[in-house]
T-cell receptor, first 112, second 112 residues
Framework: EAQVTQNPRYLITVTGKKLTVTCSQN?????MSWYRQDPGLGLRQIYY???????DKGDVPEGYKVSRKEKRNFPLILESPSPNQTSLYFC???????????FGSGTRLTVV | GDSVTQMEGPVTLSEEAFLTINCTYT??????LFWYVQYPGEGLQLLLK?????DKGSNKGFEATYRKETTSFHLEKGSVQVSDSAVYFC???????????FGTGTSLTVIP
């Protein structure tokens, strides 16, 4: 089944403790992206990648890192999480520029 | 810059009522336009899309027409069902910017 898989689905962590949210897609898509969803703000793009080793900042990249060493994986790294990064995170992938994104099921992160 | 504006919710309708959710966009060129649906506790799913002016996207009884003259992409359905209750997001992709812009979402509740 074609899908985007994120892990974990739920995570509670403490301020300053580094964490990684994994994302993997099995559709051989070139484009991958991370979004956060917050009430009243909709979805905001954190980082995106157009291919292996090609990444760029979205609208809200501060406090996040990404890497794209393989086509299928696009992990999101929070080096020193803070409470304002408490959010619902979605990974997404698409085949090319004019295609729609396929989304993962989301990761609900709470930073205390 | 590029952006999407959609009508605020929440919207509550009776079963079999007619649905319209308004979406307008601002873009310097000719973007591709999308509607996504998010059911409770799930990720976003692509509902329909249109890639050029006058295109009509349709899926599961939903329709939207890309209107360049009014810069709009309104979502319509002739007869909603309880199972259509979800949050609907309008989105825009404009290639030179390589970013996907989402509206803030419109919550729809359909009551029997």
């Amino acid at each position: 089944e074609a899908q985007v898989t994120q892990n974990p689905r739920y995570l509670i962590t403490v301020t300053g403790k580094k964490l990684t949210v994994t994302c993997s897609q099995n559709m051989n898509h070139e484009y991958m992206s991370w979004y956060r969803q917050d009430p009243g703000l909709g979805l905001r793009q954190i980082y995106y990648s157009m291919n292996v080793e090609v990444t760029d900042k979205g609208d809200v990249p501060e406090g996040y890192k990404v890497s794209r060493k393989e086509k299928r994986n696009f992990p999101l790294i929070l080096e020193s999480p803070s409470p304002n990064q408490t959010s619902l995170y979605f990974c997404a992938s698409k085949a090319g520029p004019n295609y729609g994104y396929t989304f993962g099921s989301g990761t609900r992160l709470t930073v205390v | 810059g590029d952006s999407v504006t959609q009508m605020e919710g929440p919207v509550t309708l009776s079963e079999e009522a007619f649905l319209t959710i308004n979406c307008t966009y601002t873009a310097t060129g000719y973007p591709s336009l999308f509607w996504y649906v998010q059911y409770p506790g799930e990720g976003l799913q692509l509902l329909l899309k249109a890639t050029k002016a006058d295109d009509k996207g349709s899926n599961k009884g939903f329709e939207a027409t890309y209107r360049k003259e009014t810069t709009s992409f309104h979502l319509e359905k002739g007869s909603v069902q309880v199972s259509d209750s979800a949050v609907y997001f309008c989105a825009l992709f404009y290639n030179p910017g390589n970013q996907f812009y989402f509206g803030t979402g419109t919550s729809l509740t359909v009551i029997p």
